[in-house]
């Protein structure tokens, strides 16, 4: 079982910068690959980047690219994002979540474990 909890959510300006943190209980997070998803109103889930166990191995969504950094440290059960450059595009609910399973790591349906989400506003 993990759990997780994000923080780091808030109100920017375009152009701005913000860190996210996930942090997680349990004794397994780092046998899991992580991921940070988002969610606009009126829009489904999507995925913004994953990062594999080891932290190896990272991916990112096309409009992410080049603007969002995520990065993972296993001592202390803790995943971040890193995102500059903020568009008011990029204004969504921000969650995190956790998979054993990397051949799905880039599907919202791959996960096991979901944190609560933390919302980010970026204003024009």
């Known amino acids: 079982q993990v759990q997780l909890v994000e923080s780091g959510g808030g109100l920017v300006q375009a152009g701005g910068s913000l860190r996210l943190s996930c942090a997680a209980s349990g004794r397994t997070f780092s046998r899991n690959h992580m991921g940070w998803f988002r969610q606009a109103p009126g829009k489904e889930r999507e995925i913004v980047a994953v990062i594999s166990w080891s932290g190896g191995i990272t991916y990112y969504a096309d409009s992410v690219k080049g603007r969002f950094t995520i990065s993972r440290d296993n001592t202390k059960n803790t995943m971040y994002l890193q995102m500059n450059s903020l568009k008011p595009e990029d204004t969504a609910v921000y969650y995190c979540?956790?998979?054993?399973?990397?051949?799905?790591?880039?599907?919202?349906?791959?996960?096991?474990?979901w944190g609560q989400g933390t919302q980010v506003t970026v204003s024009s």
């Open positions: 979540a956790a998979t054993k399973n990397w051949d799905y790591a880039r599907s919202t349906n791959g996960y096991d474990y």
